[in-house]
């Protein structure tokens, strides 16, 4: 057994000091599984009485618990942390459990030794690995390895005892809460002001945003608020510091104190609750959409949100979101809260942690000239000699995509099945392609899946696919699934990720029978699929909860003799018709004409046609010409293109999505009744006009 005097010696100046800079510090547990327990569970004896979150799987360590989502570990604050690695290294609940650490504390992470890392394959690997694609090598924890030696962690190990990184200079640490404090001036400020005038504030974790709002709420006692988060527990410091500031006493559980009231965003849009003013948290981890609906219920709000990834946000809010702001409200204000006031500046946990999981990846999108352009594969294993590298492609895809987990960075460097190509301006990454290897499956395993009986892991479009051809053998056919595609912001439209993409069908056409995608469906996104010959063959039923949008699939076909894509793609086209009436009634507009703008035409007889020359010259009543028109419209969608915007936005919402002529003149921007009808009529014509010429006939 180790003789655990000079670590309790060497832990408690450690500590001391920490209390003193009121910083924190990671603390590395190494050796055997058994002998890391056994020390973790001294070192919790030894701070006894001091509040500790343990994270493992195991029974061994006293009061542990393995949450089985991040959000459970958030929200909260603990005087010190323990992460068991030998229950699996998930680098979103390592991220969120060390945000959750108070100044004068230790992130504890238990490991093997570090020079054993390299060849250790934790439980997790898996979790990572697509079904019949495993590796047996971690490039993670090879690179983890590289990395926790230069860390400046304190380490006690099995084999070498403790080493500390004592600082003989340590300076006494200061919170400085003036960046606060003008933060809730301003967000009073958006409550007693003007309206339409929103607040946007962004900030890392530990700046202390969520307890502004809660002390804002206090000095707007005289205000009705409701504040919003995705998860409730979010919301515990907001609450909190509202308490302290009134003197009272809050339960954890209360969804109300004093004039705050919580309501999670679909409930909020659903009642649209009246209050004064409305705080919105973690707003990155909502769906823009859902955000914009707000800003039209609601003329004071105050956004918030944490822009490093712990709660699973990508800097891609941050643009889209900012820039929506800045395009239709040119009042709005905003605000980034770069002090920490949990700990003092230059926190030691912070910078570790942010290091080790890639947090601080960052894309330098400053502009420059078009160089030559090359275009290469990047293997996962060059990562590990170029940490610059991995840097700038995990900053590029944060930086395009709306959603991003911390998990992101183990996907990259050890989903055995993903492959990433890149475009190269003079030796500068400006675009990346990441693309995930599914089926070839056995016909065994093949048929089970078609049948409903398995789903293995990392096969969704393979799966997706012999579903709707009810045939198992698509599953035994190789295929790429693209799964992020990003262009860095100053090159977009100059056709980068086309060449991108097209050079990765090229790299992968000799072995992949298929290539596809699948995406929060939008006007822009599925115009660049379809520009790039991939079809629509399915829709989903459920909007995605991070995007709001109903998740499309696309494909296309390695052989352009092969069929079936394009059966498939008929096969929609005659569903989407039907759905087009009842699930999806209230889709968006241009969406529903990007998708209709690749079907194909079919013949219609003359009958159908002579009637509707007919109605169009009679004073016709709506509904009795709307069936003639869906009918052959459907035949003819390409009859669309041609028509100006008006035209095609009344066809599709009074003819293909069959709104009906009540309900929607103040939609359409119109002025009762009778003015619509006389817009229709004339969108009618537009239309057919178009249709004569078009020779469909």
Not at 6 to 28: I, V
Not at 39 to 68: D, R, Y
Not at 72 to 94: C, M, N, R, T, V
Not at 403 to 432: G, M
Request: with cysteine; charged share 20%.
């Amino acid at each position: 057994m180790h003789d655990f005097k000079q670590f309790n010696t060497e832990l408690n100046k450690a500590l001391s000091q920490l209390a003193y800079a009121k910083h924190r510090q990671l603390l590395l547990i190494t050796g055997e599984q058994s002998w890391c327990y056994l020390a973790a569970q001294h070192l919790l004896n030894e701070l006894n009485g001091a509040k500790v979150n343990v994270l493992s799987k195991s029974t061994e360590l006293t009061s542990s618990f393995w949450p089985e989502h991040t959000h459970q570990i958030l929200g909260q604050e603990f005087d010190h942390a323990i992460y068991d690695g030998f229950s699996g290294i998930l680098p979103d609940k390592l991220a969120a459990l060390s945000g959750t650490v108070k100044a004068g504390g230790l992130l504890v992470l238990l490991l093997p030794e570090v020079s054993n890392l390299e060849n250790w394959c934790d439980p997790a690997l898996t979790y990572f690995q697509s079904y019949a694609q495993n590796r047996p090598i971690s490039f993670f924890n090879q690179r983890l390895a590289k990395l926790l030696p230069q860390s400046k962690a304190l380490h006690f190990s099995q084999l070498n005892g403790f080493t500390a990184t004592h600082n003989n200079t340590v300076e006494v640490g200061v919170i400085d809460l003036t960046e606060q404090q003008a933060c809730i001036e301003q967000i009073v400020k958006t409550a007693n002001g003007r309206a339409n005038r929103p607040l946007l504030i962004s900030a890392d974790r530990g700046r202390g945003k969520s307890s502004a709002l809660g002390f804002a709420a206090a000095q707007l006692s005289d205000k009705k608020i409701v504040i919003c988060a995705q998860q409730f527990t979010a919301l515990h410091s907001c609450f909190k510091h509202l308490a302290q500031a009134h003197n009272l006493s809050y339960n954890a559980s209360d969804k109300q104190l004093a004039n705050l009231h919580y309501s999670p965003p679909d409930q909020l849009l659903n009642e649209l609750p009246e209050c004064d003013v409305l705080f919105v948290d973690e707003a990155a981890s909502i769906p823009v959409p859902l955000l914009i609906k707000m800003l039209t219920h609601y003329p004071r709000i105050v956004f918030a949100s944490t822009m490093v990834g712990y709660e699973g946000n990508g800097r891609g809010y941050t643009l889209k979101f900012k820039r929506y702001l800045q395009t239709h409200y040119k009042n709005m204000r905003s605000i980034e809260l770069k002090q920490p006031i949990r700990f003092a500046t230059n926190d030691p946990l912070e910078q570790q942690v942010c290091t080790l999981l890639a947090l601080n990846a960052h894309y330098d999108d400053q502009p420059s000239s078009f160089g030559p352009i090359v275009f290469q594969e990047i293997e996962s294993k060059n990562f590990l000699h170029d940490e610059s590298l991995l840097i700038e492609v995990v900053g590029l895809l944060s930086l395009a995509h709306y959603q991003n987990s911390v998990n992101d960075l183990r996907h990259l460097l050890d989903a055995s099945s993903q492959r990433l190509f890149a475009c190269f301006d003079d030796s500068k990454i400006i675009a990346v392609c990441l693309v995930a290897i599914e089926g070839g499956l056995t016909p065994e395993i093949s048929q089970q899946v078609a049948a409903g009986k398995r789903r293995p892991q990392g096969h969704l479009m393979a799966q997706t696919l012999a579903q709707l051809t009810f045939n198992s053998a698509v599953l035994t056919k190789k295929m790429a699934r693209v799964v992020r595609i990003a262009v860095a912001p100053d090159k977009q439209n100059n056709d980068i990720g086309s060449q991108l993409l097209q050079f990765t069908e090229t790299q992968l056409s000799s072995h992949c029978h298929y290539f596809g995608a699948s995406f929060g469906a939008n006007d822009t996104l599925l115009r660049f699929w379809q520009n790039n010959d991939f079809s629509l063959i399915k829709l989903g039923f459920k909007k995605d909860k991070a995007t709001a949008e109903y998740s499309a699939l696309v494909i296309k076909p390695s052989d352009a003799g092969n069929n079936l894509i394009k059966a498939l793609a008929t096969q929609f086209s005659a569903d989407f018709a039907f759905q087009l009436l009842g699930h999806y009634q209230q889709l968006d507009h241009q969406l529903v004409e990007v998708i209709i703008s690749n079907m194909k035409n079919t013949p219609y007889s003359k009958s159908e046609n002579e009637r509707l020359k007919a109605y169009i010259a009679s004073d016709y009543q709506i509904h009795n010409i709307k069936p003639v028109l869906w009918r052959i419209f459907w035949h003819c969608p390409s009859s669309l293109k041609n028509c100006d915007e008006h035209t095609k936005y009344l066809l599709i919402r009074l003819i293909l999505q069959n709104w009906s002529s009540e309900k929607p003149h103040h939609t359409l921007l119109s002025s009762g009744k009778k003015s619509l009808s006389k817009q229709f009529k004339r969108a009618v014509i537009n239309w057919y006009e178009t249709l004569s010429h078009s020779n469909i006939f």
